[in-house]
Protein backbone atom coordinates (compact mmCIF):
# COMPACT_ATOMS: atom_id res chain seq x y z
CA UNK A 1 0.00 0.00 0.00
CA UNK A 2 2.76 2.53 0.76
CA UNK A 3 4.76 1.87 -2.38
CA UNK A 4 1.29 2.23 -4.81
CA UNK A 5 0.81 5.81 -2.87
CA UNK A 6 4.57 6.76 -2.83
CA UNK A 7 4.41 5.77 -6.81
CA UNK A 8 1.02 7.98 -7.23
CA UNK A 9 2.76 10.68 -4.96
CA UNK A 10 5.91 10.91 -7.53
CA UNK A 11 3.71 10.15 -10.59
CA UNK A 12 1.97 13.39 -9.53
CA UNK A 13 4.80 15.02 -8.93
CA UNK A 14 6.76 14.34 -12.41
CA UNK A 15 3.21 15.89 -14.18
CA UNK A 16 3.72 18.90 -11.75
CA UNK A 17 7.34 19.48 -12.96
CA UNK A 18 6.46 18.81 -16.44
CA UNK A 19 3.59 20.80 -17.29
CA UNK A 20 5.43 24.25 -16.44
CA UNK A 21 8.96 23.15 -17.84
CA UNK A 22 6.78 22.75 -21.42
CA UNK A 23 5.13 25.89 -21.15
CA UNK A 24 8.31 27.73 -20.01
CA UNK A 25 10.25 26.56 -23.22
CA UNK A 26 6.96 27.08 -25.28
CA UNK A 27 7.02 30.72 -23.86
CA UNK A 28 10.86 31.75 -24.20
CA UNK A 29 10.81 30.33 -27.96
CA UNK A 30 7.54 32.15 -29.17
CA UNK A 31 5.91 34.36 -26.63
CA UNK A 32 8.08 35.85 -24.18
CA UNK A 33 9.59 38.59 -26.18
CA UNK A 34 6.26 39.23 -27.64
CA UNK A 35 5.08 39.46 -23.92
CA UNK A 36 8.27 41.82 -23.16
CA UNK A 37 7.30 43.89 -26.21
CA UNK A 38 3.82 44.73 -24.76
CA UNK A 39 4.57 45.21 -21.08
CA UNK A 40 7.43 47.72 -22.56
CA UNK A 41 5.58 49.43 -24.87
CA UNK A 42 2.98 50.01 -22.26
CA UNK A 43 4.86 51.03 -19.70
CA UNK A 44 6.92 53.49 -22.04
CA UNK A 45 3.37 54.90 -22.99
CA UNK A 46 2.20 55.87 -19.23
CA UNK A 47 6.14 57.68 -19.23
CA UNK A 48 5.37 59.88 -22.51
CA UNK A 49 2.85 60.99 -25.10
CA UNK A 50 5.40 61.01 -27.94
CA UNK A 51 2.96 57.52 -29.47
CA UNK A 52 0.32 60.05 -29.76
CA UNK A 53 2.00 62.26 -32.22
CA UNK A 54 3.49 59.71 -33.75
CA UNK A 55 0.01 58.31 -34.44
CA UNK A 56 -0.96 61.43 -36.16
CA UNK A 57 2.49 62.26 -38.25
CA UNK A 58 2.47 65.76 -36.30
CA UNK A 59 5.20 66.72 -38.50
CA UNK A 60 2.44 66.45 -41.53
CA UNK A 61 0.09 69.51 -40.15
CA UNK A 62 3.72 71.43 -40.35
CA UNK A 63 3.20 71.74 -44.47
CA UNK A 64 0.74 74.14 -43.32
CA UNK A 65 2.68 76.71 -41.96
CA UNK A 66 0.59 77.44 -39.22
CA UNK A 67 1.41 77.50 -35.70
CA UNK A 68 -2.30 78.07 -34.55
CA UNK A 69 -3.31 75.02 -36.10
CA UNK A 70 -0.65 73.10 -35.01
CA UNK A 71 -1.39 74.34 -31.46
CA UNK A 72 -4.95 73.51 -31.57
CA UNK A 73 -4.17 69.99 -32.65
CA UNK A 74 -2.04 69.95 -29.62
CA UNK A 75 -4.65 70.97 -27.19
CA UNK A 76 -6.63 68.31 -28.91
CA UNK A 77 -4.24 65.44 -28.14
CA UNK A 78 -3.84 66.66 -24.62
CA UNK A 79 -7.69 67.57 -23.43
CA UNK A 80 -10.46 65.95 -25.88
CA UNK A 81 -12.26 63.47 -24.00
CA UNK A 82 -12.89 61.18 -27.11
CA UNK A 83 -9.15 60.20 -27.21
CA UNK A 84 -8.89 60.11 -23.13
CA UNK A 85 -11.30 57.14 -23.33
CA UNK A 86 -9.57 55.57 -26.39
CA UNK A 87 -6.83 55.59 -24.51
CA UNK A 88 -8.28 54.33 -21.03
CA UNK A 89 -9.87 51.29 -23.27
CA UNK A 90 -6.20 50.30 -24.36
CA UNK A 91 -5.37 49.85 -20.50
CA UNK A 92 -8.23 47.86 -20.08
CA UNK A 93 -7.32 45.39 -22.74
CA UNK A 94 -3.73 45.60 -21.25
CA UNK A 95 -5.22 44.51 -18.34
CA UNK A 96 -7.32 41.75 -19.62
CA UNK A 97 -4.23 40.12 -20.84
CA UNK A 98 -2.61 40.15 -17.01
CA UNK A 99 -5.94 38.73 -15.74
CA UNK A 100 -6.09 36.07 -18.90
CA UNK A 101 -2.20 35.16 -18.20
CA UNK A 102 -2.74 34.67 -14.73
CA UNK A 103 -5.18 31.36 -15.36
CA UNK A 104 -1.71 29.93 -16.69
CA UNK A 105 0.05 29.96 -13.23
CA UNK A 106 -0.83 27.90 -10.14
CA UNK A 107 -3.65 29.54 -7.92
CA UNK A 108 -2.50 29.63 -4.08
CA UNK A 109 -4.91 30.05 -1.52
CA UNK A 110 -4.04 30.46 3.01
CA UNK A 111 -6.35 31.10 5.46
CA UNK A 112 -6.44 31.13 9.66
CA UNK A 113 -9.79 29.96 10.91
CA UNK A 114 -9.96 30.08 15.26
CA UNK A 115 -12.85 28.32 17.10
CA UNK A 116 -14.53 28.03 20.38
CA UNK A 117 -15.82 24.84 20.55
CA UNK A 118 -18.03 23.13 23.40
CA UNK A 119 -19.24 19.75 22.71
CA UNK A 120 -22.28 18.15 24.03
CA UNK A 121 -21.84 16.14 27.43
CA UNK A 122 -18.80 18.24 28.28
CA UNK A 123 -18.59 21.24 30.71
CA UNK A 124 -15.33 22.32 29.34
CA UNK A 125 -14.78 24.39 26.31
CA UNK A 126 -11.94 24.65 24.18
CA UNK A 127 -10.17 26.89 21.27
CA UNK A 128 -9.06 25.51 18.22
CA UNK A 129 -7.17 27.07 15.88
CA UNK A 130 -6.54 25.90 11.76
CA UNK A 131 -4.58 27.06 9.21
CA UNK A 132 -5.47 25.63 5.85
CA UNK A 133 -3.45 26.09 2.45
CA UNK A 134 -4.59 25.41 -1.21
CA UNK A 135 -2.43 25.10 -4.63
CA UNK A 136 -3.93 24.29 -7.45
CA UNK A 137 -2.77 24.23 -10.74
CA UNK A 138 -4.65 23.41 -14.43
CA UNK A 139 -1.72 21.91 -16.06
CA UNK A 140 -1.68 23.30 -19.55
CA UNK A 141 -0.64 20.41 -21.43
CA UNK A 142 -2.21 21.31 -24.78
CA UNK A 143 -1.55 25.36 -24.12
CA UNK A 144 -5.31 26.22 -24.28
CA UNK A 145 -4.73 28.69 -21.34
CA UNK A 146 -1.84 30.19 -23.80
CA UNK A 147 -3.86 30.34 -26.73
CA UNK A 148 -6.39 32.32 -25.11
CA UNK A 149 -3.81 34.56 -23.62
CA UNK A 150 -2.07 35.34 -27.21
CA UNK A 151 -6.31 35.95 -27.74
CA UNK A 152 -6.12 38.50 -25.22
CA UNK A 153 -2.71 40.08 -26.96
CA UNK A 154 -4.40 40.10 -30.26
CA UNK A 155 -7.32 42.19 -28.69
CA UNK A 156 -4.86 44.33 -27.05
CA UNK A 157 -3.38 45.35 -30.23
CA UNK A 158 -7.29 45.59 -32.05
CA UNK A 159 -7.32 48.44 -29.22
CA UNK A 160 -4.39 50.17 -30.20
CA UNK A 161 -6.05 50.02 -33.57
CA UNK A 162 -9.19 51.62 -32.81
CA UNK A 163 -6.91 54.34 -30.26
CA UNK A 164 -4.68 55.11 -33.41
CA UNK A 165 -7.76 55.72 -36.07
CA UNK A 166 -9.61 58.17 -33.40
CA UNK A 167 -6.67 60.42 -32.39
CA UNK A 168 -6.41 60.19 -36.64
CA UNK A 169 -9.84 61.47 -36.59
CA UNK A 170 -10.03 63.90 -34.08
CA UNK A 171 -6.98 65.73 -35.77
CA UNK A 172 -8.32 65.61 -39.32
CA UNK A 173 -11.71 67.38 -37.96
CA UNK A 174 -9.70 69.93 -35.85
CA UNK A 175 -8.00 70.64 -38.95
CA UNK A 176 -11.15 70.55 -41.12
CA UNK A 177 -12.91 72.78 -38.55
CA UNK A 178 -10.12 75.30 -38.24
CA UNK A 179 -9.98 75.80 -42.26
CA UNK A 180 -13.41 75.97 -42.63
CA UNK A 181 -13.35 78.90 -40.12
CA UNK A 182 -10.76 80.67 -41.85
CA UNK A 183 -12.73 80.27 -44.89
CA UNK A 184 -16.00 81.92 -42.97
CA UNK A 185 -13.87 84.59 -41.80
CA UNK A 186 -13.39 85.82 -45.89
CA UNK A 187 -16.77 84.92 -46.81
CA UNK A 188 -17.91 86.99 -44.20
CA UNK A 189 -15.26 89.60 -44.93
CA UNK A 190 -16.55 89.58 -48.83
CA UNK A 191 -20.16 88.90 -48.01
CA UNK A 192 -20.10 92.09 -45.60
CA UNK A 193 -18.81 94.66 -48.58
CA UNK A 194 -21.31 92.50 -51.25
CA UNK A 195 -23.82 93.69 -48.85
CA UNK A 196 -22.64 97.44 -48.47
CA UNK A 197 -22.77 98.00 -51.99
CA UNK A 198 -26.48 96.01 -52.58
CA UNK A 199 -27.31 98.77 -49.78
CA UNK A 200 -26.08 102.22 -51.92
CA UNK A 201 -27.53 100.52 -55.08
CA UNK A 202 -30.38 100.12 -52.89
CA UNK A 203 -30.38 103.70 -51.91
CA UNK A 204 -29.64 104.62 -55.73
CA UNK A 205 -32.47 103.10 -57.12
CA UNK A 206 -34.96 104.97 -54.41
CA UNK A 207 -33.33 108.44 -55.52
CA UNK A 208 -33.87 107.28 -59.19
CA UNK A 209 -37.06 106.10 -58.58
CA UNK A 210 -38.42 109.40 -56.95
CA UNK A 211 -37.31 110.87 -59.98
CA UNK A 212 -38.90 108.74 -62.59
CA UNK A 213 -35.69 107.36 -64.24
CA UNK A 214 -36.11 103.78 -62.52
CA UNK A 215 -39.52 101.74 -62.27
CA UNK A 216 -40.59 100.85 -58.89
CA UNK A 217 -40.66 96.85 -60.37
CA UNK A 218 -36.58 97.36 -60.23
CA UNK A 219 -36.47 99.19 -56.60
CA UNK A 220 -37.94 96.17 -55.33
CA UNK A 221 -35.85 93.78 -57.26
CA UNK A 222 -32.93 95.82 -55.52
CA UNK A 223 -34.60 95.78 -52.15
CA UNK A 224 -34.62 91.76 -52.35
CA UNK A 225 -31.44 91.58 -53.24
CA UNK A 226 -30.04 93.64 -50.69
CA UNK A 227 -32.10 91.66 -48.12
CA UNK A 228 -31.03 88.53 -49.52
CA UNK A 229 -27.10 89.56 -49.23
CA UNK A 230 -27.88 90.07 -45.48
CA UNK A 231 -29.88 86.51 -45.05
CA UNK A 232 -26.68 84.80 -46.49
CA UNK A 233 -24.14 87.13 -44.13
CA UNK A 234 -26.35 86.04 -41.53
CA UNK A 235 -25.87 82.30 -42.56
CA UNK A 236 -22.39 82.46 -42.42
CA UNK A 237 -21.91 84.05 -39.06
CA UNK A 238 -23.73 81.30 -38.26
CA UNK A 239 -21.60 78.55 -39.22
CA UNK A 240 -19.19 80.07 -38.10
CA UNK A 241 -20.25 79.78 -34.49
CA UNK A 242 -21.39 76.73 -34.82
CA UNK A 243 -17.98 75.77 -35.82
CA UNK A 244 -16.11 77.72 -33.17
CA UNK A 245 -17.86 76.13 -30.97
CA UNK A 246 -17.55 72.61 -32.11
CA UNK A 247 -12.95 73.80 -32.08
CA UNK A 248 -13.57 74.47 -28.50
CA UNK A 249 -15.13 71.16 -27.76
CA UNK A 250 -12.36 69.04 -29.95
CA UNK A 251 -9.92 70.89 -27.74
CA UNK A 252 -11.44 69.84 -24.81
CA UNK A 253 -12.61 73.39 -23.67
CA UNK A 254 -16.03 75.07 -22.73
CA UNK A 255 -17.81 76.50 -25.78
CA UNK A 256 -18.40 79.66 -23.97
CA UNK A 257 -14.51 80.19 -25.10
CA UNK A 258 -15.27 80.24 -28.23
CA UNK A 259 -14.78 84.51 -29.07
CA UNK A 260 -11.83 83.38 -27.57
CA UNK A 261 -10.18 81.14 -30.37
CA UNK A 262 -7.99 83.06 -32.52
CA UNK A 263 -7.11 81.83 -36.21
CA UNK A 264 -4.56 82.88 -39.30
CA UNK A 265 -5.66 85.19 -41.71
CA UNK A 266 -7.23 83.50 -45.31
CA UNK A 267 -4.51 85.66 -47.10
CA UNK A 268 -1.64 84.17 -45.15
CA UNK A 269 -2.54 80.45 -45.67
CA UNK A 270 0.27 78.93 -47.27
CA UNK A 271 0.15 74.98 -47.81
CA UNK A 272 3.75 74.29 -49.34
CA UNK A 273 3.26 70.58 -49.97
CA UNK A 274 2.65 68.86 -53.50
CA UNK A 275 -0.40 66.42 -54.93
CA UNK A 276 0.25 63.15 -55.02
CA UNK A 277 0.03 61.54 -58.02
CA UNK A 278 -0.40 58.29 -56.59
CA UNK A 279 -0.03 56.30 -53.29
CA UNK A 280 1.82 53.04 -52.65
CA UNK A 281 0.29 50.11 -51.55
CA UNK A 282 2.20 49.70 -48.71
CA UNK A 283 1.13 53.35 -47.05
CA UNK A 284 -2.64 51.99 -47.65
CA UNK A 285 -1.67 48.74 -45.66
CA UNK A 286 -0.75 50.79 -42.72
CA UNK A 287 -4.12 51.99 -42.44
CA UNK A 288 -5.22 51.57 -38.69
CA UNK A 289 -8.77 49.42 -39.77
CA UNK A 290 -6.37 47.38 -42.46
CA UNK A 291 -4.37 46.57 -39.93
CA UNK A 292 -6.85 45.65 -37.07
CA UNK A 293 -8.36 43.57 -39.65
CA UNK A 294 -5.62 41.39 -40.27
CA UNK A 295 -5.04 40.99 -36.74
CA UNK A 296 -9.10 40.36 -35.74
CA UNK A 297 -8.17 37.37 -38.55
CA UNK A 298 -5.27 36.21 -36.06
CA UNK A 299 -7.27 36.27 -33.20
CA UNK A 300 -10.60 34.08 -35.00
CA UNK A 301 -7.78 31.81 -36.03
CA UNK A 302 -6.61 31.46 -32.25
CA UNK A 303 -9.87 31.32 -31.71
CA UNK A 304 -10.42 28.61 -33.88
CA UNK A 305 -7.52 26.37 -32.24
CA UNK A 306 -8.72 27.09 -28.46
CA UNK A 307 -12.17 25.71 -29.23
CA UNK A 308 -10.47 22.20 -30.96
CA UNK A 309 -8.45 21.91 -27.65
CA UNK A 310 -12.29 21.93 -25.53
CA UNK A 311 -12.96 18.42 -27.03
CA UNK A 312 -9.33 17.54 -24.57
CA UNK A 313 -9.17 16.67 -21.40
CA UNK A 314 -7.85 18.75 -18.58
CA UNK A 315 -5.72 18.00 -15.89
CA UNK A 316 -5.68 19.70 -12.49
CA UNK A 317 -2.62 19.13 -9.79
CA UNK A 318 -4.09 20.26 -6.32
CA UNK A 319 -2.30 20.42 -3.17
CA UNK A 320 -3.57 20.84 0.14
CA UNK A 321 -1.79 21.56 3.61
CA UNK A 322 -3.86 22.27 7.05
CA UNK A 323 -2.10 23.20 10.46
CA UNK A 324 -4.77 21.91 13.19
CA UNK A 325 -4.07 22.36 16.95
CA UNK A 326 -5.98 23.23 20.03
CA UNK A 327 -2.93 25.56 20.88
CA UNK A 328 -2.00 28.52 19.11
CA UNK A 329 2.08 28.18 20.26
CA UNK A 330 1.90 24.08 18.72
CA UNK A 331 0.10 25.07 15.51
CA UNK A 332 3.26 25.09 13.36
CA UNK A 333 4.56 21.36 14.30
CA UNK A 334 5.22 18.12 12.47
CA UNK A 335 2.12 16.47 14.77
CA UNK A 336 -0.37 18.93 13.96
CA UNK A 337 0.36 19.23 10.19
CA UNK A 338 -1.61 17.23 7.19
CA UNK A 339 -0.78 17.19 4.04
CA UNK A 340 -1.91 15.97 0.78
CA UNK A 341 -1.21 15.97 -2.94
CA UNK A 342 -3.35 15.10 -5.81
CA UNK A 343 -3.91 14.73 -9.64
CA UNK A 344 -7.13 14.15 -11.74
CA UNK A 345 -7.51 14.32 -15.26
CA UNK A 346 -11.18 15.32 -16.47
CA UNK A 347 -12.32 14.30 -20.01
CA UNK A 348 -16.17 15.96 -20.78
CA UNK A 349 -17.74 12.84 -22.28
CA UNK A 350 -21.62 15.01 -22.79
CA UNK A 351 -22.28 18.61 -22.91
CA UNK A 352 -25.13 18.84 -24.94
CA UNK A 353 -23.37 19.44 -28.36
CA UNK A 354 -21.74 22.71 -26.91
CA UNK A 355 -18.10 22.30 -27.41
CA UNK A 356 -18.88 21.08 -31.47
CA UNK A 357 -21.73 24.05 -31.71
CA UNK A 358 -18.89 26.45 -30.38
CA UNK A 359 -16.39 25.19 -32.79
CA UNK A 360 -18.59 26.01 -35.61
CA UNK A 361 -19.32 29.39 -33.55
CA UNK A 362 -15.73 30.11 -33.95
CA UNK A 363 -15.55 28.81 -37.52
CA UNK A 364 -18.25 31.32 -38.38
CA UNK A 365 -16.24 33.67 -36.83
CA UNK A 366 -13.30 33.56 -38.41
CA UNK A 367 -15.06 33.74 -41.83
CA UNK A 368 -16.85 36.77 -41.17
CA UNK A 369 -14.11 38.34 -40.35
CA UNK A 370 -11.98 37.01 -43.01
CA UNK A 371 -14.92 38.82 -45.39
CA UNK A 372 -14.42 41.72 -43.41
CA UNK A 373 -10.88 41.87 -44.15
CA UNK A 374 -11.29 41.66 -47.48
CA UNK A 375 -13.93 44.35 -47.73
CA UNK A 376 -11.89 46.65 -45.77
CA UNK A 377 -8.92 46.42 -48.09
CA UNK A 378 -11.53 47.01 -50.96
CA UNK A 379 -12.87 50.35 -49.01
CA UNK A 380 -9.21 51.26 -48.13
CA UNK A 381 -8.00 51.41 -52.22
CA UNK A 382 -11.42 52.80 -53.04
CA UNK A 383 -11.30 56.18 -50.12
CA UNK A 384 -7.38 56.62 -51.29
CA UNK A 385 -8.59 56.41 -54.73
CA UNK A 386 -11.57 58.72 -53.86
CA UNK A 387 -9.43 61.07 -51.74
CA UNK A 388 -6.55 61.45 -55.06
CA UNK A 389 -9.56 61.90 -57.33
CA UNK A 390 -11.18 65.23 -55.31
CA UNK A 391 -7.65 66.44 -54.73
CA UNK A 392 -7.07 66.89 -58.76
CA UNK A 393 -10.66 67.93 -59.56
CA UNK A 394 -11.02 70.36 -57.22
CA UNK A 395 -7.54 71.36 -57.45
CA UNK A 396 -8.22 72.21 -60.77
CA UNK A 397 -11.26 74.09 -60.51
CA UNK A 398 -9.48 76.17 -58.07
CA UNK A 399 -6.74 76.71 -60.67
CA UNK A 400 -10.05 77.70 -63.23
CA UNK A 401 -11.44 80.05 -61.30
CA UNK A 402 -8.03 81.89 -60.18
CA UNK A 403 -7.85 82.48 -63.58
CA UNK A 404 -11.74 83.58 -63.73
CA UNK A 405 -11.06 85.78 -60.83
CA UNK A 406 -8.17 87.35 -62.53
CA UNK A 407 -10.07 88.47 -65.37
CA UNK A 408 -12.81 89.74 -63.45
CA UNK A 409 -10.68 91.89 -62.07
CA UNK A 410 -9.64 93.05 -65.33
CA UNK A 411 -12.65 93.74 -66.99
CA UNK A 412 -13.78 95.61 -64.06
CA UNK A 413 -10.61 97.50 -64.13
CA UNK A 414 -12.00 98.73 -67.95
CA UNK A 415 -15.31 99.36 -66.45
CA UNK A 416 -13.97 101.62 -63.59
CA UNK A 417 -11.53 103.51 -66.66
CA UNK A 418 -14.94 103.74 -68.43
CA UNK A 419 -16.43 105.04 -65.01
CA UNK A 420 -13.89 107.67 -64.85
CA UNK A 421 -14.36 108.94 -68.12
CA UNK A 422 -17.51 109.59 -67.51
CA UNK A 423 -18.85 106.92 -69.59
CA UNK A 424 -20.44 104.43 -67.31
CA UNK A 425 -22.57 105.37 -64.12
CA UNK A 426 -21.80 104.97 -60.51
CA UNK A 427 -24.80 102.31 -60.21
CA UNK A 428 -23.34 100.14 -63.31
CA UNK A 429 -19.90 100.10 -62.02
CA UNK A 430 -21.39 99.12 -58.58
CA UNK A 431 -23.20 96.44 -59.55
CA UNK A 432 -20.16 95.27 -61.83
CA UNK A 433 -18.08 95.10 -58.51
CA UNK A 434 -19.98 92.54 -57.03
CA UNK A 435 -18.94 90.17 -60.19
CA UNK A 436 -15.43 90.59 -58.91
CA UNK A 437 -16.19 89.91 -54.77
CA UNK A 438 -19.23 86.92 -55.80
CA UNK A 439 -15.81 85.58 -57.85
CA UNK A 440 -13.16 86.16 -54.74
CA UNK A 441 -15.98 84.10 -52.81
CA UNK A 442 -15.70 81.11 -55.44
CA UNK A 443 -11.94 81.30 -55.09
CA UNK A 444 -11.83 81.28 -50.88
CA UNK A 445 -14.04 78.37 -50.93
CA UNK A 446 -12.21 76.44 -53.53
CA UNK A 447 -8.96 77.13 -52.15
CA UNK A 448 -10.10 76.13 -48.03
CA UNK A 449 -11.90 72.55 -50.23
CA UNK A 450 -8.44 72.03 -51.57
CA UNK A 451 -7.00 72.35 -48.09
CA UNK A 452 -9.66 70.39 -46.60
CA UNK A 453 -9.03 67.77 -49.42
CA UNK A 454 -5.69 67.37 -48.49
CA UNK A 455 -6.50 65.90 -45.03
CA UNK A 456 -8.87 63.69 -46.51
CA UNK A 457 -5.93 62.05 -48.14
CA UNK A 458 -4.18 62.26 -45.04
CA UNK A 459 -6.64 60.47 -43.17
CA UNK A 460 -7.37 57.65 -45.94
CA UNK A 461 -4.03 56.79 -46.05
CA UNK A 462 -3.83 56.53 -42.02
CA UNK A 463 -1.78 59.84 -41.59
CA UNK A 464 0.82 58.42 -43.70
CA UNK A 465 1.74 61.31 -46.32
Not at 308 to 323: C, D, M, R, W
Not at 382 to 399: C, G, S
Not at 403 to 429: H, I, M, P, T
Request: net charge positive; proline share 2%; hydrophobic share 40%.
Amino acid sequence: MKKKLLATILAVLVLSEFAPMAIAVKNNKANEPKKMSISKTHKLRQKSDEFKYEYINYEWWNNFNDPILTGYIDKAIKNNYSLKMATIAVDEYYQAIKIQFANELPQAMAGFSPAYLKNSGFNNADWSFALPALVNYEADIFLKNHDKTKAAKKEYEQSLQDERAAYIAIASAVGTCYLNIVKLDKMIELQEEIVKDRKIIYDLMLLRNKEGLTSTADTVKANKAYIAGQTTLTEYKKQRNILLNQLCVLMGENPNKADTISRIAYENLDYNSEIPQAIASEIIEQRPDYIKAEQMIEKAGIDVRVAKKEFLPSINLTGVAIFLSSEIGSLFTTKTALAALAGAINMPLFTGGRRRANLRLKKDEFERVLNNYYQTNLTAIQEVNDALTIIKHDDKKYQDTKAQAQLERRDYGFNEASYNQGVLSKLDLIQMKENVLSTDKLVADQKINCLVDYIGLYKAVGSQL
